[in-house]
């Protein structure tokens, strides 16, 4: 089944199948994620340093578009779990990144350009999906490691 946790692994007698479901993960650090500051460091170097010195249309117009998912969603996530709107401290969910990744499409690439003076772009949509992909399997991977037995 996908998402089972379970593994054959070599014994003296042949292949047994091993069960690591239970093995503890460490939770998600939302705003103190590493990849949250890494990005929020780089939206802020980005954003004051080196755009109004480089002329690249992809450093100008998109780079700071990939950061959206990896630098807002933690800090939102954080606030859900505060006021009890998420009941775990798991890593962001598929469904969670998938649905603010169209809130936020929405939001700021169609209903912002009619209210402010600002133009719809679909390759911004394209860049937050990118982000939110790349952030995902980030996320998903650094859950996987496990907690060694003298933190628990």
């Known amino acids: 089944m996908v998402g089972d946790a379970f593994y054959l692994q070599a014994s003296p007698r042949g292949w047994c199948r091993t069960d690591h ?18 990005c929020c460091a ?52 598929v469904g969670e990144i998938a649905f603010h ?14 209210l402010l003076r600002v133009t719809g772009d679909a390759f911004d949509v394209l860049a937050y999906v990118f982000g939110g992909v790349f952030a995902g399997v980030w996320w998903h991977l650094a859950a996987r490691r496990t907690i060694p037995s003298n933190e628990l």
């Open 42 to 93: 780089l939206y802020a170097l980005n954003r004051w340093a080196v755009k109004p010195h480089v002329h690249s249309p992809f450093v100008r117009g998109h780079f700071n578009d990939l950061l959206l998912i990896p630098c807002a969603l933690p800090f939102l996530l954080w606030l859900q779990r505060r006021l009890g709107l998420r009941p775990h401290d798991q890593p962001p969910t």
């Open 21 to 38: 479901s239970r093995a503890a993960v460490k939770p998600f650090r939302y705003w103190r994620d590493p990849l949250c500051l890494s």
């Open 101 to 114: 990744l169209v809130i936020w499409s929405v939001l700021f690439e169609v209903i912002g350009p009619q």
